[in-house]
């Protein structure tokens, strides 16, 4: 570990093979409100990571603007100004400069704007060399919205994105979309993806009390994080590459857990970041195709379910085949 322009970078090497995907995640927080400041913040991470010889660098749900809190009119007067199009230059100036050499994309989330007046988008989107980074077959929108996200946010218009790369097939969740097994599902097993991206603002508070058995927990959340991670990866026989926002927000004071980190399609934890300080991770040359190969060399679990079940329809839904 050692610190670089303010930041904790823990870098490590998975194989000596450099023709392999370099992935970099910035465990960070955004500062709320303040767009100028996490614009700022961006840029220097990505920089970091670019130096380091990184493929794709990936950031926390909402790192542009930081979360929602309570007071609407407030939340929603910044937010106008925070949304992905009124930074439009910056990207494509600032950010988008960084891409070359190692570096072929810069993962980001941020807030676009809906047709429906005061209505946005939590859209995720990838910062390469073509321009057209917020085109629809380009970005994904969080599907499932918890508590306060409905007040001011969208559902997606389509359940998944699909982007090809020479590391692999790379699919996308936010944050709670990653809590429904149907969407891994239909990822790992209808469009075959080798690695789900995951972007998240992922708190730690919740409580669960079982007095019977002497057990209680006060981060319960950010415990299901670290729960599911392993279960669904290895259950879905694919890479989650997940990068998660930490640290407290800047107006209720609420906790994110960080924990960004890669999992293995064995449900293997193979880093993962501080659950309370800011900290870039890089880990190098990860065979995402290999593994996965090594992993349904063993036990094919798509192919033995395809063996029971076929897909209903032209959607991503399965029925028993009793035929």
């Not at 670019?50 to 937010?79: K, Q």
């Not at 839904?317 to 035929?323: E, P, V």
Request: hydrophobic share 35%; with cysteine; proline share 2%.
């Amino acid at each position: 570990m050692e610190t670089v322009d303010e930041f904790l970078v823990a870098e490590r090497s998975y194989s000596d093979d450099e023709s392999k995907l370099s992935v970099g995640l910035a465990n960070i927080h955004a500062e709320v409100p303040d767009v100028e400041a996490n614009k700022d913040k961006i840029l220097r991470a990505a920089s970091i990571f670019r130096e380091r010889g990184v493929n794709i660098a990936v950031f926390p749900e909402l790192c542009l603007s930081g979360y929602f809190w309570d007071e609407h009119e407030d939340c929603l007067a910044y937010i106008r100004e925070a949304v992905t199009e009124n930074h439009a230059d910056w990207i494509e100036n600032d950010l988008q400069a960084l891409i070359g050499d190692d570096l072929e994309a810069v993962v980001l989330n941020n807030l676009t704007a809906a047709k429906e007046p005061d209505r946005f988008f939590n859209r995720t989107f990838a910062v390469g060399r073509d321009s057209d980074y917020l085109a629809d077959e380009n970005t994904y929108d969080k599907v499932f919205l918890p508590g306060i996200e409905k007040d001011y946010t969208q559902s997606g218009r389509d359940d998944r994105l699909v982007l090809q790369t020479r590391h692999g097939r790379l699919g996308f969740t936010t944050c709670y979309d990653y809590l429904f097994s149907e969407l891994l599902r239909e990822y790992s097993m209808v469009a075959e993806v080798d690695a789900i991206v995951q972007i998240a603002s992922w708190r730690a508070a919740g409580s669960r009390d079982y007095p019977g058995m002497n057990l209680r927990t006060d981060h319960y959340y950010g415990e299901l994080w670290d729960y599911v991670m392993p279960a669904s990866s290895a259950t879905n026989q694919i890479w989650t590459i997940a990068c998660n926002a930490v640290g407290r927000h800047g107006v209720t004071g609420s906790s994110f857990w960080g924990g960004s980190g890669i999992w293995a399609p064995s449900g293997h934890c193979l880093i993962q970041a501080s659950r309370e300080n800011e900290e870039l991770v890089i880990v190098h040359n990860v065979d995402i195709e290999g593994a996965q190969d090594s992993e349904k060399d063993d036990f094919d679990y798509a192919f033995d379910f395809k063996q029971i079940y076929r897909p209903l329809g032209e959607g991503g839904t399965f029925t028993r085949d009793m035929s």
